[in-house]
């Protein structure tokens, strides 16, 4: 899986594996969320999904070490389609996993990961995707959520 982000300068690639599962990579480029998504395509990859919290973990220690300029967004594969709804009760608000093979229910997923930079817009009528929005946090740390 990979996940995409805006450079400022020429770009670069990080990998991370777990011991057991798919590997994340990086590429930072300027796209959009169908450019990236087709930029793992073509990689025989598909945009980043997080089902758990050490899932998370590994990406954000991949996405650290890119050393790229903070505030960033990167697309994962998260997306709410047309016809599903904004649900405030839910960690990711309606959005699920796209490539993930229908296997990660929304109410599966752990209410750690519901952190939003902004609340997503409430709508049912588009498709909107979200990124992973990476900040400078307190004492030399990350701060992230998920921002549509």
């Known amino acids: 899986v990979c ?5 400022p300068s ?5 990998v991370r594996c777990p011991p057991a599962g798919a590997c994340f990579s990086a590429h930072l480029a300027n796209a959009s969320y169908d450019a990236a998504r087709d930029a793992c395509d073509q990689k025989r990859a598909s945009l980043a999904w997080v089902s758990g919290e050490s899932e998370l973990r590994l990406l954000l220690g991949l996405l650290a070490q890119a050393a790229v300029p903070l ?3 990167f697309w994962i594969g998260l997306k709410r389609n ?12 309606g959005f ?3 490539g993930a093979g229908g296997e990660v229910d929304p109410q599966e997923v ?3 990961l519901g952190r939003w930079v902004k609340e997503p817009m ?3 009528l588009t ?4 990124g992973l929005h990476l900040a400078p946090g307190p004492v030399s740390s990350l701060s992230w959520g998920w921002k549509e």
Request: net charge positive; charged share 20%; proline share 16%.
């Open 122 to 124: 409430r709508s049912c």
């Open 96 to 98: 699920t996993w796209e």
């Open 10 to 14: 020429p770009p670069r690639v990080g």
């Open 71 to 73: 505030p960033i967004l």
């Open 3 to 7: 996940a995409l982000g805006r450079p």
């Open 127 to 130: 498709v909107r995707c979200a």
């Open 82 to 93: 047309a016809s599903t709804c904004t649900h405030t009760g839910e960690p990711l608000r």
């Open 110 to 112: 752990p209410a750690a």
